[in-house]
């Protein structure tokens, strides 16, 4: 059998699974409301059909005049913001700690920042809202101590703090993958020369850690963009982060054709992460291939 | 430690050792004071990764919990008893698990064959598929599953199971294509050359030097992707609920329904399957299988 047939299978489950439905999807947004979307369509409480075969870009003047949308629409991008920089700063400070010292102290960061991979997203979720609310462990601490915390959940912060906490194993992970992938030899060298640790870090570490780097940003980025559980589980009733609303402007309102112009609003921003990835892996390959 | 004397080191090194002398003393109180550092942020970073699962864990065996104390003033197993021998975890518990055995069987058969090709064979287009199945990854994860569920809706999939394995095992594809295939890539092709050389059929060749050298990468694959089908919550409440709730959907009801310590015990029911067999392959895991399988070659 030839390795294309072998390797087809998954492909065509992406393309009828993910490629139809984001096409129709995007359809759908403009205004084609038959086909496929008919289904959908007798089930919501309202479209904006096209007017035969012109497109209509009425539903997303409906969903961008809408204050809720703007609300969330900002929420998600800061908390991704948020996200991606923290958990960039946190993995790194670790990854490098363990990988500079090598040590017992080391390898029991990098133990302790992987732990939320083996809790389901859910119960981590609940657990940190429990832990941040107002009866919850952080303002239960400060009121002994005489200090006033604020309240995280049910806050946007509060979000920020769940997002960090489930993305930052497989940071950390890609991270320490990548600076153990840098030769002693020649980190040795870059000191030998008269490098102080910093520069050693700064011109040799950081860039041939590029590409790792790049894959937790992209990653990070895209799934806190698209996240129901965190947000739903700790953050506000609104303004949350657009996964939740999506949902329910789906599932709980009817108004498929709104959701679809908010995911499309995601996929647009995931887009503008999704090259920078690609880009990364091509300057690894490219990299690899002078190396070889 | 701090750096400011960049030819320290090189002078160490070239220097004799003195016998006596301990050898940098500068570098011991700079080390000293980074350890205090790496310590404070050690401790900040158990509570932070920690402290909210303790927590939960403790809520489970608390009868009256007053704010502000750091611990109950009440325990009680009488949740455990009540959850346990309730009517909403058994059924919750047999559909998670019916589930995530037929999404990753499922998986295993698209895509372990693929992998085999995509790890071994160089072919026009491979690198379009490898980049077409990390198109699942590319899309924020809510936005694709309310544009699947559209398509579901005219295919007569919504609330039905085949839709809920259908979108359980499109979040394995990546993890059971990518690992697999960095493990079919790693065997040495002299091996298996040798391997012929001494008269091994192709078959012979393929289970017991190919396989058995990729079979770990392989079982990370395959335990991630079941991990990730039984704890998948999101797709699964779109596309099954209210039909079908699987225990990580049910604690989306839970927690807004049930007092807190029921849902604390639920909770920790539900971690049992993911820790136990993540400890078995966390060695693997660590070891780098998953963030090789993260960069395409």
Same mark, same amino acid.
């Given at each position: 059998m030839s390795s294309l047939a072998m390797a087809s299978p998954p492909a065509l489950l992406v393309l009828v699974f993910v490629g139809v439905p984001v096409i129709i999807g995007i359809a759908y947004t403009l205004g084609y409301t038959g086909g496929l979307n008919s289904i959908a369509t007798t089930l919501a409480v309202q479209v904006y059909p096209a007017s035969g075969w012109m497109p209509t870009t009425?539903?997303?003047?409906?969903?961008?005049?809408?204050?809720?949308?703007?609300?969330?629409?900002?929420?998600?991008?800061?908390? *991704?913001?948020? +996200?991606?920089?923290? &958990?960039?700063?946190?993995?790194?400070?670790?990854?490098?700690?363990? %990988?500079?010292?090598?040590?017992?102290?080391?390898?029991?960061?990098? $133990?302790?920042?992987?732990?939320?991979?083996?809790?389901?997203?859910?119960?981590?979720?609940?657990?940190?809202? +429990?832990?941040? !609310?107002?009866?919850?462990?952080?303002?239960?601490?400060?009121?002994?101590?005489?200090?006033?915390?604020?309240?995280?959940?049910?806050?946007?912060? $509060?979000?920020?703090? $769940?997002?960090?906490?489930?993305?930052?194993?497989?940071a950390v992970?890609?991270?320490?993958?990548?600076?153990?992938?840098?030769?002693? =030899?020649?980190?040795?060298?870059?000191?030998?020369?008269g490098a102080s640790r910093a520069r050693a870090v700064w011109s040799v570490m950081i860039p041939m850690t590029t590409v790792p780097t790049v894959i937790v940003a992209t990653f990070t980025g895209v799934g806190v963009m698209g996240s129901f559980t965190v947000p739903y589980m700790i953050g506000p009733a609104a303004p949350n982060m657009l996964g939740v609303t999506l949902q329910q402007t789906y599932a709980s309102y009817a108004r498929p054709q709104n959701a679809q112009v908010m995911a499309v609003v995601l996929f647009v921003l995931a887009a503008g992460i999704g090259a920078l990835y690609v880009w990364a892996n091509a300057r690894q390959a490219r990299q690899s291939a002078v190396a070889l | 430690m701090t750096g400011t004397l960049p030819i320290e080191p090189a002078a160490?090194? +070239?220097?004799?050792?003195?016998?006596?002398?301990?050898?940098r003393p500068r570098r011991t109180l700079g080390s000293i004071i980074t350890r205090a550092v790496a310590g404070f942020f050690a401790i900040l970073l158990l509570v932070f990764?920690?402290?909210?699962?303790?927590?939960?864990?403790?809520?489970?065996?608390?009868?009256?919990?007053?704010?502000?104390?750091?611990?109950?003033?009440?325990?009680?197993?009488?949740?455990?008893? %009540?959850?346990?021998?309730g009517a909403d975890l058994l059924p919750a518990l047999w559909l998670s698990v019916k589930f995530a055995v037929l999404a990753t069987l499922l998986a295993c058969v698209i895509c372990l064959p693929a992998a085999y090709a995509l790890g071994r064979a160089n072919f026009p287009g491979r690198r379009?598929?490898?980049?077409?199945?990390?198109?699942?990854? =590319?899309?924020?994860?809510?936005? !694709?599953? *309310?544009?699947?569920?559209?398509?579901?809706?005219?295919?007569?999939?919504?609330n039905t199971q085949l839709g809920v394995i259908i979108v359980q095992m499109l979040g394995t594809v990546v993890t059971m294509t990518w690992i697999p295939a960095a493990a079919f890539a790693s065997v040495s092709?002299?091996?298996?050359?040798?391997?012929?050389? =001494?008269?091994?059929?192709?078959?012979?060749?393929?289970?017991?030097?190919?396989?058995?050298?990729?079979?770990?990468?392989?079982?990370?694959?395959?335990?991630?992707?079941? !991990?990730?089908?039984?704890?998948?919550?999101?797709? /699964?409440?779109?596309? $099954? =609920?209210?039909?079908?709730? /699987?225990?990580?959907t049910k604690m989306y009801q839970l927690v807004t329904n049930y007092p807190q310590q029921a849902a604390a015990v639920f909770?920790?029911?539900?971690?049992?399957?993911? &820790?136990?067999?993540?400890?078995? &392959?966390?060695?693997?895991?660590m070891g780098g299988h998953l963030a090789e399988g993260f960069q395409l070659k």
């Open positions: 009425a539903a997303y003047a409906a969903v961008f005049a809408d204050p809720r949308f703007q609300g969330d629409l900002v929420v998600t991008v800061w908390v *991704t913001l948020s +996200t991606v920089v923290a &958990v960039l700063v946190l993995a790194w400070a670790i990854a490098l700690y363990a %990988r500079l010292t090598g040590g017992w102290l080391g390898r029991f960061l990098s $133990g302790v920042a992987v732990i939320p991979l083996f809790i389901p997203i859910v119960i981590g979720a609940y657990a940190i809202r +429990t832990f941040y !609310l107002n009866t919850g462990f952080l303002v239960s601490v400060g009121k002994l101590v005489g200090i006033d915390f604020p309240t995280l959940s049910y806050h946007t912060p $509060g979000i920020v703090i $769940g997002q960090i906490w489930a993305s930052l194993p497989f992970l890609l991270i320490s993958s990548g600076l153990a992938a840098v030769p002693d =030899a020649l980190i040795d060298a870059a000191r030998d020369t | 160490l090194e +070239t220097a004799p050792e003195p016998a006596d002398t301990p050898p990764i920690l402290g909210p699962l303790l927590w939960m864990a403790i809520a489970a065996f608390a009868k009256r919990w007053k704010y502000p104390n750091m611990l109950p003033q009440a325990w009680t197993l009488d949740w455990w008893g %009540r959850v346990l021998g379009v598929i490898l980049l077409g199945l990390f198109a699942t990854n =590319a899309f924020p994860k809510m936005g !694709l599953f *309310t544009s699947i569920a559209t398509l579901f809706y005219a295919m007569q999939l919504m092709p002299s091996l298996i050359e040798a391997a012929r050389d =001494a008269g091994a059929g192709k078959l012979r060749v393929f289970f017991q030097i190919t396989m058995r050298l990729a079979a770990p990468g392989i079982a990370v694959a395959v335990i991630l992707a079941f !991990l990730a089908c039984f704890d998948e919550a999101q797709g /699964t409440y779109l596309i $099954g =609920a209210p039909t079908y709730l /699987t225990m990580p909770a920790l029911v539900l971690c049992v399957p993911s &820790v136990l067999l993540l400890l078995l &392959v966390r060695r693997h895991v």
